[in-house]
C-alpha cells in the first residue's frame, strides 16, 4: 500500500503522522553540531518534534538513526566531491577546485562549521565503534576517489612518471580534513581559501614544459 505524504504506518496500528523528512533533517543537523555520542536521545526527539518511542519506532534507534542522517548529508552537502572529480579536465583542476569547495561549504552560514564525516565520531566510546567505522569508511572512499584521480592524471602525463599518487591523495585528503577541524574552531573562509592555495604550490609539475594550470 502506497504511504501517503508525511506519514508512515505502525503495522496494524495508527499511523505516525509527522514529516519523517523534516524530522531526519532536523536529526542530521544536531548530529553534524553535536557529533553522535554528545546528542542525546532526548535531544534528539526533542530537535525532531517527536517521542522518543516514535523515534525508536520510525528509524530503528540512535545508531540507526544517525546512519541515515550521514546518507541524507551525503547526499546533500558532501555530495560536491564526486561531482567535481568527474567534471574537471585535469587532476589538478580538481584538487584545487575541491579544496575551494570545501572552504566554501565548511564555513557556509546556517548549518554547523565544519564536515559531519569527519567530525562526527570523534570521541567516541567504544560502543560507538560501528559509527567510527562507519565514518571512516566514508573518509576512505574519499581517499580513494582522490587518488584514483590523480592517478589518471599521472597516466595522462600530466605529472611527472614516478609520482606518488598516494602520497599525494594523503596530502590533500589531510588538508581537506584538517580543514574541517579549522572550521569548527572558527577559521573564516578566506583563511580556508588561502590554505587550499598554499598548498596547490606543492603540486607536482609535469617532467617538461610549463605545470598544467587550472
Keep these: 500500500m502506497k504511504k501517503a505524504t508525511g506519514e508512515l504506518q505502525r503495522g496494524r496500528g495508527r499511523p505516525r503522522c509527522f514529516d519523517q523528512e523534516a524530522a531526519l533533517e532536523r536529526a542530521m543537523v544536531l548530529f553534524w553540531d553535536r557529533g553522535y555520542e554528545a546528542a542525546s536521545l532526548d535531544?534528539?526527539?526533542a530537535a525532531m518534534g517527536i517521542s522518543p518511542?516514535?523515534?525508536y519506532a520510525a528509524f530503528g534507534g540512535k545508531e540507526q538513526l544517525f546512519r541515515a542522517a550521514v546518507d541524507r548529508y551525503l547526499a546533500e552537502r558532501g555530495s560536491y566531491m564526486g561531482r567535481?572529480?568527474?567534471?574537471?579536465?585535469?587532476a589538478r583542476g580538481a584538487v584545487r577546485r575541491?579544496?575551494?569547495?570545501?572552504?566554501?561549504?565548511?564555513?557556509?552560514?546556517?548549518?554547523?562549521?565544519?564536515?559531519?564525516?569527519?567530525?562526527g565520531g570523534t570521541y567516541c566510546s567504544p560502543g560507538a565503534r560501528p559509527v567510527q567505522d562507519l565514518l571512516r569508511g566514508y573518509r576512505e572512499v574519499w581517499h580513494a576517489a582522490i587518488q584514483a584521480r590523480i592517478q589518471r592524471g599521472l597516466e595522462d602525463g600530466e605529472l611527472?612518471?614516478?609520482?606518488?599518487?598516494?602520497?599525494?591523495?594523503t596530502f590533500y585528503t589531510t588538508l581537506m580534513l584538517g580543514m574541517s577541524v579549522q572550521a569548527r574552531d572558527g577559521a573564516s573562509r578566506e583563511s580556508l581559501r588561502a590554505a587550499a592555495e598554499a598548498a596547490m604550490r606543492a603540486w607536482p609539475g609535469a617532467p617538461s614544459g610549463p605545470q598544467v594550470s587550472s
Excluded: H, N, W, Y
Design 160 to 169: 611527472a612518471p614516478g609520482t606518488d599518487a598516494a602520497a599525494l591523495a
Design 84 to 90: 567535481i572529480l568527474a567534471e574537471e579536465p585535469t
Design 53 to 55: 518511542s516514535s523515534l
Design 43 to 45: 535531544e534528539l526527539s
Design 98 to 119: 575541491l579544496l575551494e569547495t570545501a572552504a566554501d561549504e565548511l564555513t557556509r552560514p546556517g548549518q554547523p562549521p565544519g564536515c559531519m564525516v569527519a567530525l
